[in-house]
Nanobody, 124 residues
Framework: QVQLVESGGGLVQAGGSLRLSCAASGRTFSTYVMGWFRQAPEKERDFVAAINRRGEITYYADSVKGRFTISRDNAKNTVNLQMNSLKPEDTAVYYC?????????????????WGQGTQVTVSS
């Protein structure tokens, strides 16, 4: 089992940047595919980005491609989401998630463990 704790959320103006981090407990972090999802008020939780176990393969939602970058450090048990050129529509609670399966998945049902979320608010 793994516990996930997100940090780095906050309030930023449109066009600005934020870096989210997710710290994982346990010694098996490198065996999980890691993903970021987000949920805006009164909307479903949507896929944002994911990275494979070794950090070699990444996948992004079309809405964030070219603006967001996911990375991981298996030695430090962390996964990060660098968010640039933020837009008001990026406002949401951002969740870190871990998937025990081998392949990258974009559906939340595939992920086994979730953090508590961190709020990102982008003002216009």
């Amino acid at each position: 089992q793994v516990q996930l704790v997100e940090s780095g959320g906050g309030l930023v103006q449109a066009g600005g940047s934020l870096r989210l981090s997710c710290a994982a407990s346990g010694r098996t972090f490198s065996t999980y595919v890691m993903g970021w999802f987000r949920q805006a008020p009164e909307k479903e939780r949507d896929f944002v980005a994911a990275i494979n176990r070794r950090g070699e393969i990444t996948y992004y939602a079309d809405s964030v491609k070219g603006r967001f970058t996911i990375s991981r450090d298996n030695a430090k048990n962390t996964v990060n989401l660098q968010m640039n050129s933020l837009k008001p529509e990026d406002t949401a609670v951002y969740y870190c998630a871990a998937d025990r399966k081998l392949s990258i998945a974009t559906t939340q049902g595939s992920y086994d463990y979730w953090g508590q979320g961190t709020q990102v608010t982008v003002s216009s």
